[in-house]
């Protein structure tokens, strides 16, 4: 089936990364003096690798579009990072990580990169250690672990519910010290507009100064995006409002394959949409299911206030449909059975599109282990919950608050209201095992490619497999490329090739500065982004599909005729930015529904009305559809499919089961 080459090592799987990091080539330590990296992207996976390739003696060039690394989106996480190190000693293992990861994806992800990444998440956590990172920690100064879902052991690392932040900061400061010792140039509030290919292989990018307009011309032996997803693409996401898919959609256009567009992350806990005032969505941390519990009412319509619903009357829906995982089933599951809730007539608060999410029984329990520490015998409920309360301020404390500025309610006295919201996006450039895309010399790392998580991503795996790219693989992976490079002399940025990408580029911003049109680039995103969700969102259809396909045509054509962009390209212009920003959403989003409409299958995050089992659950053609749709850009937007076929040789694949 596969017409495209993945690269994968032959050999067991258990030792393919061992033997590849072994009999790797290698560049020596002062042909690396030589060789020009370009990293676009100074989140997780772009400040990781970054800051390791620069410190390995390459000559680094890192972009963001915002004014410092430390704005990437990857500040955003939350709950906690994974690693399969066994702290607790609950069974936990690099096989069983992989196993949770490729059962959690739905069996639609690459086995090999799934173990590798298993395989070097211990060394992230001790990484990360290393760099000061204040990871939560026990009494005894052990480093702490919570659970997450997808899975039945705890081998989550985190810090507080600010866990991204954190780590951040100790890729922030990684990559900050090859600044300063001058082995990286920062480019900050810079945004790649095209990738410069020269003979095929990617030899730099044009960059457009966001601070003056100015276009620039980079040149790099090779290109590494680490950008990030295309959540946004919906309007309304958990996403950073300026978080975008322009980097990767214009390499894209340049050959690189968009791998499984439409596999779409749904997080479950997120604070219900308030009105269409609203230009972003905030999450509520996947480890508050750690220890709180979901419900709605057993009434349909009941609009009693919570605190008034009696126990006997709550449906725990969760642990009644899912017993063996209860409150953690994955992402995925628990976001469809919100909405099914919903639908159904159950749903709670103002909108009914929420459920509760409940923190009193399991700070009662907490409460009982602190009077029993403090040698309080028999305590009372009103104890119990004081000392309980203290107990979650310490381990969710900021989500707690943050909670209670958006709603002005105070979660730890009623439950918090959720629903499901737009988080992550599975899909993004196809890369072989190397990381490398379809083009020769361009890299993609992180949340912008598509390889580890199949068609669904476990909590906190997101920080880990940035980590996992920018630290751990592709320092090995880019070196047996670059080993083939070291001959090739700095490109002049004068070449045609950059003439001919920086005048494509500009050409772009021109006309959408003279369309003059009536109508905001926001007006154009939000109507994207109704379409995306009522007909692309949680769930889909052919007949919902095939309509959004036309209604996102039509909206193109509107858009390059009436979008009205102020100012000049030659200046500070943010509607600039984002209408270019928007466009490429509204190309993406074609994209998107094809591949949905393609897949006739429900698997993880892609949701097929028209194929699920008896109990609502997703229904998987293991048959037709075990491959990675991979999408090649033509002329006009259109898309031609190439297929990788998925072989499972080390876990028997069947339907997945969290009963």
Not at 518 to 541: P, Q, Y
Request: net charge negative; aromatic share 10%.
């Amino acid at each position: 089936m596969s017409d495209i080459n993945s690269n994968i090592p032959e050999g067991e799987l258990t030792s393919k990364w061992t033997k590849f990091k072994s009999s790797v080539p290698l560049v020596n330590p002062s042909n690396k003096r030589t060789i020009e990296v370009i990293i676009v992207g100074s989140g997780l996976a772009g400040a990781s690798a970054a800051a390791t390739l620069a410190e390995m003696g390459y000559k680094v060039k890192c972009f963001c579009f915002q004014d410092s690394p430390r704005r990437a989106h990857s500040i955003a996480a939350q709950g906690g990072i994974n690693a399969a190190k066994n702290y607790q000693n609950d069974g936990d293992s690099t096989y069983r990580l992989f196993y949770d990861t490729i059962k959690g994806g739905d069996y639609r992800a690459r086995e090999a990169n799934v173990h590798r990444l298993a395989e070097v998440s211990a060394n992230i956590i001790d990484q990360c250690v290393a760099q000061g990172v204040p990871l939560a920690r026990e009494y005894g100064g052990l480093l702490d672990n919570r659970s997450f879902g997808g899975t039945q052991v705890q081998r989550t690392f985190y810090a507080a519910g600010q866990t991204g932040q954190q780590l951040l900061l100790g890729a922030y400061s990684a990559l900050e010290r090859q600044i300063g010792m001058g082995k990286v140039e920062m480019y900050t509030r810079h945004e790649m507009l095209e990738v410069v290919k020269i003979d095929g292989k990617a030899r730099g990018i044009i960059a457009r100064n966001l601070i003056t307009g100015e276009i620039e011309r980079h040149f790099g032996h090779a290109v590494v995006l680490g950008t990030g997803g295309y959540g946004n693409v919906f309007y309304l996401s958990t996403n950073a409002m300026g978080s975008n898919v322009t980097a990767a959609w214009k390499a894209h256009k340049q050959g690189a394959y968009f791998a499984n567009p439409c596999y779409t992350q749904i997080h479950p806990t997120c604070i219900p949409v308030s009105g269409d005032h609203q230009s972003k969505l905030t999450l509520m941390s996947e480890s508050l299911r750690n220890d709180g519990r979901i419900w709605v009412p057993k009434k349909k319509d009941d609009n009693r206030k919570a605190s008034e619903i009696p126990e006997d009357e709550r449906d725990y829906y969760l642990e009644r449909r899912y017993p063996a995982f209860g409150n953690l089933v994955p992402r995925d599951v628990a976001s469809r059975a919100a909405k099914e809730r919903c639908d159904a007539g159950y749903g709670v608060g103002a909108s009914k599109l929420a459920v509760y999410l409940d923190f009193k029984a399991n700070t009662e329990r907490y409460g009982r282990i602190e009077a029993s520490k403090a040698g309080i015998q028999n305590p009372d409920k009103e104890t119990c919950m004081r000392l309980g309360t203290d107990v979650i301020k310490e381990k969710y404390g900021n989500l707690f608050d943050m909670y209670a500025q958006i709603t002005g309610e105070n979660p730890y006295e009623t439950p918090m209201r959720i629903y499901p919201a737009v988080h992550y996006t599975m899909g993004g450039l196809w890369v072989d095992y190397n990381l490398m895309t379809s083009v020769e010399g361009l890299y993609c790392t992180g949340e912008a490619n598509f390889s580890d998580h199949g068609a669904n991503r476990l909590g906190a795996s997101a920080l880990m497999q940035g980590l996992a790219d920018g630290y751990f693989v592709l320092p090995y992976t880019i070196g047996a490329y670059l080993s083939k490079e070291i001959s090739v002399k700095a490109i002049p940025t004068d070449h045609p090739a950059f003439v001919e990408a920086e005048e494509r580029a500009k050409g772009i911003l021109n006309t959408l500065i003279d369309i003059k049109g009536t109508k905001s680039v926001d007006h154009f995103h939000k109507r994207l982004g109704h379409i995306m969700w009522e007909k692309c969102g949680m769930a889909r259809n052919e007949k919902g599909l095939n309509e959004a396909i036309a209604e996102i045509r039509a909206l193109r054509a509107e858009f390059w005729s009436n979008v009205r962009v102020p100012g000049t390209a030659d200046e500070l212009n943010t509607e600039l930015e984002k209408a270019g920003r928007v466009a490429d959403f509204i190309e993406l989003g074609e994209l998107m529904c094809i591949d949905a409409l393609n897949r006739n299958e429900s698997c993880g995050g892609h949701f097929r009305e028209e194929y699920q089992t008896e109990e609502g659950e997703a229904l998987r053609d293991d048959e037709n559809y075990a491959y990675v749709a991979a999408w090649e850009f033509k002329e006009g937007v259109n898309f031609e499919l190439h297929k990788e076929e998925l072989k499972f040789e080390n876990i028997k694949v069947a339907q997945r089961s969290y009963k």
